[in-house]
Each structure stands twice: as C-alpha cells, then as structure tokens.
C-alpha cells in the first residue's frame, strides 16, 4: 500500500478545484503535476487560499466528512462593520439553505498580509469594508458567504487560511508542498480527535 502522500496547496483565484475542466477555466492541473493525488473537498473557484490534496481515500473522506469536525479557518472581507448581534449570531448558528449552522467562532480582525487578487474587488463609494474570522466545524456550499449575506454583511474577499492544524504559511497563490511524516501523522491524530460519530449507549 503506498504511504500517505497529503499536499498544501495556495488555491489562486479563480481555479477550479478539479484537474480537467470542459470549459478551458484553470485548474489543479495548471499548478499540481503529482499522480493519484485528489482534493479534499473543495474551494469555491471564487474563493482563495489552503486546499488539501492526498492520495488516500480514507483520509480525503475523514476531511469531508460532516462528523469529522475539524475546524476550518476562513479570512472574510465584508461590507460594513457589523455589529455585536452579527457576531454573535455567527457564533450560535445562521439559517441558511440547508438548515442552521454549526455554532463557530467570529471576531473581527486586522487585514491580513495578502497578495493582492489578480481581480480587485468591487468597493462602493461610501460603503466601507472589514476583514472577519470564522472557524467553522462543517463545509456547506458557499456556507461563509452564506452566512455574512444572512447578517446583512456580503462577503467581497474570501481566504481559507487554515485546515485544522495547516495553515497557509510559508506560501504564496499557486505554490504547493508536500507534508511531511510527522505532519500527516499529526493531521490524522487531530481528524481522529474530532469525530463525533454516534455514541454508543453504556450497559
């Protein structure tokens, strides 16, 4: 059996999350030349930042998987400053399609050091912007955007900083590497502790 093989990728704006795309859109393939390596989950071709990809099955579904909760950072750049019942309401759930969401964490942060997007956002004139932190246990489609829409905050700017225990550091959009050993191992311990599969009835 081939030892686990997981890479940290820089998703850049406006690459799909796939290796071949009908379209002629940019893909995985434009910057990842590795075999039988797949992503794990996806990253909406808008937003920007960590994608992990790995050449183990069980692993990649461990990260997708809704009862792995492992935390997912996002870096949002939203309309206006919201308030502290936006927040809080981050915090404890949102409706969205779907259902409630997973009560997260929410703050508001310094603008991070970032490559500026190859596509500036769109500023409105007298509308003035802020950079949020979500960490979220789930991974719904387009759930951060969905969630600050819901509080009257749209997102312009959308980073996942974090998987986790990887982060992004140490890379630019479009750069990859591959973790070592000890970080997989690591990255396994954390996915393990964070499974919060069916409890089993004590006799």
């Known amino acids: 059996m081939a030892d686990t093989t997981v890479l ?15 379209e002629g859109r940019a893909t995985l393939a434009d910057y990842i ?24 099955g069980l692993l ?50 310094d603008e991070p050091d970032l490559p500026a997007r190859p596509i500036p956002i769109r500023y409105r004139k007298n509308v003035p912007t802020c950079w949020l932190e979500l960490i979220l246990t789930e991974g719904r489609n387009r759930q951060v955007r969905r969630m600050t829409a819901a509080v009257g905050h749209p997102t312009l700017r959308l980073v996942r900083a974090a998987i986790g225990n990887i982060s992004l550091d140490g890379l630019q959009p479009g750069q990859f590497d591959v973790l070592s050993p000890q970080q997989v191992t690591v990255l396994k311990r954390s996915i393990k502790s964070s499974h919060k599969g069916p409890t089993r009835r004590k006799h």
């Open 33 to 56: 030349d590795m075999p039988d390596v797949y992503a794990a989950g996806r990253l909406d071709y808008d937003s920007e930042g960590l994608l992990l990809l790995t050449n183990d």
């Open 60 to 109: 990649n579904a461990q990260l997708t998987q809704p009862q792995y909760e492992h935390p997912r950072t996002y870096w949002a750049q939203i309309e206006r400053m919201p308030d502290e019942t936006a927040l809080q309401t981050l915090r404890e759930g949102v409706e969205i399609k779907g259902g409630l969401t997973r009560p997260a964490k929410a703050r508001l942060m």
């Open 8 to 22: 940290r990728f820089w998703k850049p704006y406006q690459v799909l999350t796939k290796f071949t795309d009908s």
